[in-house]
């Protein structure tokens, strides 16, 4: 090379995609010449001293990489070749050591890694050709990182000045769960006119801090500190024409501007966080910036979001990178968050200007206020926007919002019919006694989702929501947002905190062999939520988050029902029991023994909760883990007219591990049956349901015994008439 303090030379800066133009601009404001822009990238001209600027200097860019040439290359021979004919002896020691970036693909050469092994010989070959020695390979120590990117049979040789990329400032050795890189973090900044609202005094707050990499970036900005200050070491202080007088100019130069940005008052800079265990990760990277005294990060949720009061502080810029989850449940619980920023916003921050960055805009607009301005950016490989808010003074939007987000027309239809369920299915478990309830069932047919009302004893109402499964011509977005509107529809209907919804959500899966399809309930949570609830004087177990089921299946209410009247004085036995809540039932109906089987440990746990809440007593109460046919045949040998009453529901389809055979309801209920009755005193009775709509008495059965189909159907059900069928069995 000629004289490097002179001499011009072509760059490459590369970036996340949507900030392009920013980053251009600032490479101009350093002194940069012929900026280009490209996707995810900038080219520029400068010299040596530029480009040193520029890797402490960027608060934008990835990485800094000085172009050496732009060759074309349609084959491996021909990649061999061009990367050989650079003087690589000026750039690396032949006993250095190098490392090999390559990016894109054509025709013949169709793998990056082949690509970079094809590169790396040829340095290889070339430098012990000269000196009879080779570079090492080295990834994360190298003395020279070179970088090709291939793009239709054009071949760009470069060398990374960076080192590390340039977002990696040093400050940040603890980050939250959904991390924001820094120079994405700058660009919002930049992007929401920071520099300008810091040089005139004003505030920098950020409610949902994480981290607080916006709040140090921030004080960064403020205080004209040179992002790059922080780094150990770049890429370029082991490049055998690193100019090191060059570099040492330019790092005093920094470091004297961060002393004086310092030493003035900067703005108030505070950030908040619901999430004590984020905070600590937030204080020890603003003590690792040195930044203590200008960022002050303290323990609030979004509710309680309002301007600091310790000092004056004149109206500046609110922003924020809230979550915005992945499944529906997430997001519409985000979407109060939002909703109660935008409400403390409206009625604390008139005359400050908001930013919020969503990889979900729908959760942005959440927050009532009108965005002026919206920016298209990504955060990773996520296209996100960040939307720029203005909150005026009195914008008289606070009270009338005050119950929620306004609902879309959709989401309107369908709270108009639970307010008419309401009317009709509510009124009528008041006045029955019921306090759980089905208040909608697919009543609008595009909105194919069941949901349960659950009032506690205690008096608080949760509400259980069960998507059914969407048919396969509904695009999956489709079906997602129908159950927001539903979702939306009930907290506005019923003004439930989102806390007091489960959802259940049937989302479409692949699976390679087995299973029971394509769809599964998403499972909610790890650990059992329990509520009690009352039926009848009963008082039993509900969980509406951890399982498929809830523990009481509220179609068989009125079967409960009939079996608690029934059973004074008698035998009682609960075949494939579930929870036992039947067996409750026939307890306080006054039954003076009774056997409950199922198979699940699980289920069986939760049964002797119940019968401990209602004190059953466990002598008279048996609770038997078993396996149902297996149980049945035992019993055949010593319990014959043993049981006055039975209760039989077993599932329609089963082939558990646990049992010893498949159970197939259709193919098998004529045996279960005939086992049943055999186990009858004369004058009993079985009580057979099952929740097979196709389900055909075996005609046999009825000719056997007699047979009686029972219509045990309350209100809430009536919409769904073969949700259980149900018979009464006696000997003839």
């Given at each position: 090379m000629t004289d490097l303090q002179t001499e011009e030379f072509e760059f490459t800066a590369t970036c996340p995609k949507g900030i392009?133009?920013?980053?251009?601009?600032?490479?101009?404001?350093?002194g940069a010449g012929s900026v280009r822009e490209q996707p995810a990238a900038v080219y520029f001209s400068g010299s040596l001293k530029l480009a040193y600027r520029c890797c402490l200097w960027s608060r934008l860019a990835n990485r800094?990489?000085?172009?050496?040439?732009?060759?074309?290359?349609?084959?491996?021979?021909?990649?061999?070749?061009?990367?050989?004919?650079?003087?690589?002896?000026?750039?690396?020691?032949?006993?250095?050591?190098?490392?090999?970036?390559?990016s894109g693909t054509n025709r013949e050469i169709r793998n990056s890694q082949f690509g970079a092994q094809k590169a790396k010989d040829a340095i290889v070959d070339r430098l012990r050709r000269q000196s009879g020695a080779r570079p090492s390979i080295d990834?994360?120590?190298?003395?020279?990182?070179?970088?090709l990117r291939l793009h239709r049979d054009k071949l760009d040789i470069a060398i990374d000045l960076s080192g590390d990329s340039l977002h990696r400032r040093g400050y940040r050795t603890h980050i939250g769960a959904a991390p924001l890189k820094e120079n994405l973090a700058a660009a919002l900044l930049l992007r929401a006119g920071w520099p300008k609202i810091a040089e005139q005094g004003g505030a920098l707050l950020d409610p949902m801090c994480g981290s607080g990499t916006i709040l140090v970036e921030a004080a960064m900005i403020a205080a004209d500190i040179a992002p790059g200050l922080m780094r150990d070491s770049f890429g370029f202080e082991r490049w055998l024409n690193h100019q090191s007088d060059i570099w040492n100019e330019l790092r005093e130069e920094a470091l004297q501007r961060q002393g004086v940005g310092l030493a003035r008052e900067l703005p108030e800079i505070r950030g908040y966080d619901a999430d004590a265990k984020v905070l600590f990760a937030a204080e020890a990277n603003i003590a690792r910036a040195g930044l203590e005294r200008q960022v002050r990060v303290s323990c609030r949720p979004v509710a309680g979001f309002r301007v600091p009061s310790h000092r004056e502080v004149k109206a500046g810029l609110v922003l924020t990178n809230p979550p915005y989850g992945e499944r529906l449940g997430e997001q519409e619980a985000l979407r109060e968050t939002y909703f109660e920023l935008g409400r403390q916003l409206k009625a604390e921050f008139p005359g400050w200007l908001v930013g919020v960055f969503t990889g979900n805009p729908e959760l942005g607009y959440a927050t009532g206020l009108r965005s002026h301005k919206q920016y298209q950016l990504y955060n990773g490989s996520i296209p996100s926007q960040l939307l720029m808010f203005e909150v005026r003074a009195q914008s008289g939007a606070v009270a009338s919002e005050a119950t929620g987000p306004k609902l879309s027309p959709q989401a309107e239809m369908v709270a108009n019919r639970l307010r008419k369920n309401l009317r009709t299915t509510g009124k009528w478990a008041a006045r029955s006694g019921v306090d759980c309830y089905r208040l909608y069932d697919a009543d609008l047919p595009e909105y194919a989702a069941a949901i349960d009302i659950y009032k506690t004893l205690d008096g608080a109402v949760y509400a259980h929501l069960q998507e059914y499964r969407p048919p396969a011509t509904i695009e999956e977005e489709k079906a997602r947002g129908r159950l927001r509107d539903l979702l939306r529809a009930l907290q506005s209907v019923l003004e439930l905190p989102r806390a007091n919804i489960s959802i259940k959500e049937r989302r479409r899966h692949s699976h390679k062999g087995g299973g029971k399809g394509g769809s599964q309930y998403q499972k909610q949570t790890e650990s059992r939520k329990e509520l009690w609830v009352g039926e009848y004087g009963a008082e039993l177990a509900?969980?509406?988050?951890?399982?498929?089921?809830?523990?009481?299946?509220?179609?068989?209410?009125?079967?409960?029902?009939?079996?608690?009247?029934?059973?004074?004085?008698?035998?009682?036995?609960?075949?494939?029991?579930?929870?036992?809540?039947?067996?409750?039932?026939?307890?306080?109906?006054?039954?003076?023994?009774?056997?409950?089987?199922?198979?699940?440990?699980?289920?069986?746990?939760?049964?002797?909760?119940?019968?401990?809440?209602?004190?059953?007593?466990?002598?008279?109460?048996?609770?038997?883990?078993?396996?149902?046919l297996q149980w049945l045949e035992s019993a055949q040998q010593n319990r014959k007219g043993h049981y006055d009453l039975i209760f039989m529901d077993p599932p329609s389809f089963s082939n558990s591990a646990k049992m010893s055979g498949v159970l197939d309801i259709q193919r098998d209920h004529g045996k279960l049956i005939r086992q049943c009755m055999s186990l009858l005193s004369p004058q009993g009775r079985l009580v057979f349901s099952?929740?097979?709509?196709?389900?055909?008495?075996?005609?046999?059965?009825?000719?056997?015994?007699?047979?009686?189909?029972?219509?045990?159907?309350?209100?809430?059900?009536?919409?769904?008439?073969k949700i259980h069928n149900v018979w009464e069995l006696r000997l003839k």
């Open positions: 392009e133009g920013l980053l251009a601009n600032e490479l101009r404001d350093l800094i990489m000085l172009r050496l040439a732009q060759v074309h290359v349609a084959t491996a021979e021909d990649l061999y070749r061009a990367v050989a004919e650079q003087p690589w002896e000026l750039h690396i020691r032949s006993s250095g050591k190098l490392w090999m970036q390559f990834k994360h120590h190298p003395d020279l990182t070179v970088a509900v969980d509406l988050w951890s399982y498929l089921d809830t523990g009481l299946f509220l179609d068989h209410r009125p079967v409960r029902k009939y079996l608690r009247e029934i059973s004074a004085g008698k035998t009682f036995l609960n075949l494939f029991c579930y929870t036992a809540s039947a067996t409750v039932q026939a307890a306080l109906g006054g039954c003076k023994q009774s056997t409950s089987v199922d198979m699940s440990r699980t289920y069986q746990n939760w049964a002797g909760q119940n019968f401990r809440a209602n004190n059953m007593d466990p002598y008279r109460h048996q609770l038997v883990e078993a396996d149902c099952n929740n097979l709509r196709s389900f055909k008495m075996d005609e046999d059965v009825s000719s056997e015994y007699s047979v009686e189909k029972l219509n045990l159907l309350d209100k809430d059900f009536q919409r769904n008439p």
